[in-house]
């Protein structure tokens, strides 16, 4: 037997990818030819109309031995809103080499939580299985929704709060990720031979050392880095409302995260990835989507058009 496992399967991320790769659409372009595959979806509540729907939990690793058998390809979501996810995720992956999954795609990071290297080492021990791969998200354009925080504030305030000043991201649509990833697990046999996808001219050092056929890391982004002031005015364009950028400091921000209900190490953590933000270290733009899909990422114009009744409709009390 053989399929795809997607954990976080009822995420942003994960449901987008199963609707690809139930879809048989393998991500277009590059890997462009039809190609149906069984998927399992995992996360904590599983449907109960779908069979092919389990129960996967992080703290509950008796779960994990189910969710693999039989599967060998992964889609991998770390937990959610913890600095260091290894305790968690290491006995899943030894798991994963153990019955010979062929091909694990990681949702990483390409934004470096500060004095945590936990996420690093995930990606490290990722990289160092061959036909296992990570892909480094920049920003997710989805953040600008609710629930999440900063999306949640958009809604009830027409307000981002920010620590970044003009610093700019490049902001990727999850749908563009999950593309990506489904184009890499539809064909896990298929080298890529793609290069680094990092339009900046300057090798990085993850990319140091790989061969070109034998690519296990991939920087995700947009078409274009934004600011938040660029973002904001975009949706202001778009659905009429006016988005206001307030500037603060990386300890109000981190406040204002815990406030939110997010834990005060991850919330301190995400509060000072601004500050990389703000002096330009995020400013990057890749063009891995376009390599691996055949197609451009989404633009946050048309990202914003997808979404502008979220905005819009603010479900508050008339002022």
């Known amino acids: ?103 694990l795609v990681l949702l990483g990071s390409a934004i470096v939580l500060p004095n945590a290297p936990g996420p690093l080492e995930l990606a490290e021990r990722v990289r160092a299985r061959p036909g296992w791969v990570v892909l480094r998200a920049s920003g997710f354009m989805q953040n600008f929704l609710s629930p999440h925080p900063l999306g949640e504030r958009i809604r009830r305030h027409g307000e981002i709060r920010t620590a970044a000043g003009a610093g700019r991201l490049g902001w990727i649509d999850a749908r563009d990720i999950a593309a990506t990833a489904s184009a890499l697990l539809t064909h896990p046999d298929v080298d890529t031979g793609i290069g680094t996808g990092i339009d900046t001219g300057v090798g990085t050092s993850l990319d140091a050392g790989l061969d070109a056929g034998d690519r296990r890391d991939y920087l995700l982004t947009g078409p274009k880095a934004l600011s938040y002031e660029d973002a ?21 921000l981190a406040a204002s995260y815990r406030a939110a209900g997010l834990p005060a190490e991850f919330a301190a953590a995400l509060a000072a990835v601004e500050d990389g933000i703000r002096a330009g270290r995020e400013d990057l733009v890749s063009t891995a989507v376009l390599d691996l899909t055949g197609r451009p990422p989404r633009p946050f114009a048309e990202f914003v058009r997808d979404h502008a009744t979220e905005w819009t409709n603010t479900g508050l009390p008339d002022s």
């Open 1 to 103: 037997m053989t399929g795809v496992l997607v954990t976080g399967g009822t995420g942003k991320t994960g449901s987008a990818l199963v609707d690809l790769l139930r879809g048989g659409r393998g991500g277009g372009g590059v890997r462009g030819n039809a190609v149906r595959v069984r998927v399992r979806v995992a996360s904590r509540n599983p449907s109960a109309v779908d069979p092919d729907s389990v129960r996967f939990d992080w703290e509950d690793p008796a779960t994990h031995p189910a969710a693999l058998r039989g599967m060998d390809r992964v889609f991998l979501v770390p937990p959610v809103n913890v600095v260091d996810p290894m305790p968690l995720v290491g006995p899943f992956l030894a798991e994963a080499q153990r019955i010979g999954v062929r091909r």
């Open 232 to 252: 904001a005015a975009l949706i202001t364009a778009r659905t009429g409302r006016p988005v206001r950028v307030r500037h603060i400091g990386s300890d109000e």
